[in-house]
């Protein structure tokens, strides 16, 4: 298995730019979690989904931020505009509906 | 609200010496509880992990973990480190199930030849 996939793994934009994350769960899992980690708060909860559905987004830091997840092997997750603020590596993970979450690679985000 | 505190930043061990990390948590129920790894430039991978059972797990690496509810901590250990466990250590809790987890702040560990 390729394990989780998130795409692109590194982002440079400009302020006021939309951001969006990819990432393919490992196939079969039905949770999946997006997670941010800054030096100042570490590794953060966004908002996960359970069979494409989001469960929590309690996480989101503002309105600026969203997610979808249109089937079971895609989500997005979407920073619209985004700000220097918002730099920090964004991890996704999945999970089999066990207790143990996958994560991938990560996607390094620079907003200049 | 769920917690993890990891009180060492940064631990420095020389190579071939004993390791142990520390992790306490607060969290209103059984927790379901974690140790990750996380190379530089690399994701998380899960070294071990505690739902029930035998308080003392076995994971992988060489590593083991400890669960003392009277203390509310989960410690990491292992033997006899090698330079290739240089990285940076999470401690995670989580209510179990399809949940999220919170993370500790992460310990960077540091071999010393």
């Known amino acids: 298995d390729a394990g989780v996939i998130q795409s692109p793994r590194h982002e440079v934009t400009e302020m006021g730019q939309e951001v969006t994350l990819r990432c393919k769960p490992i196939?079969?899992?039905?949770?999946l979690f997006w997670y941010r980690q800054t030096m100042m708060r570490g590794l953060e909860l966004l908002i996960y989904?359970?069979?494409?559905?989001?469960?929590?987004d309690s996480g989101m830091p503002e309105d600026r931020f969203s997610a979808k997840m249109p089937n079971a092997s895609f989500s997005t997750l979407k920073i619209q505009p985004s700000e220097p603020r918002d730099s920090a590596v964004y991890f996704c993970?999945?999970?089999?509906?066990?207790?143990?979450?996958?994560f991938g690679p990560g996607t390094r985000l620079t907003v200049l | 609200a769920q917690s993890v505190t990891q009180p060492d930043i940064h631990i420095t061990v020389s190579e071939g010496a004993s390791l142990e990390l520390r992790c306490n948590y607060s969290y209103g129920a059984t927790p379901y509880l974690f140790w990750y790894v996380q190379s530089p430039g690399q994701g998380l991978q899960l070294l071990l992990k505690y739902f029930s059972g035998d308080t003392l797990v076995q994971g992988i690496k060489g590593f083991e973990a400890e669960f003392k509810r009277s203390q509310s901590s989960f410690n990491l250990r292992k033997p006899s480190v090698h330079w290739s466990d240089a990285a940076e250590y999470f401690c995670a809790v989580g209510a179990g199930g399809a949940d999220g987890l919170t993370f500790g702040k992460g310990t960077h560990l540091i071999i010393q030849p």
């Open positions: 993970a999945s999970s089999p509906d066990s207790d143990t979450q996958y």
């Open positions: 989904f359970n069979n494409n559905v989001p469960i929590d």
């Open positions: 196939s079969g899992h039905n949770s």
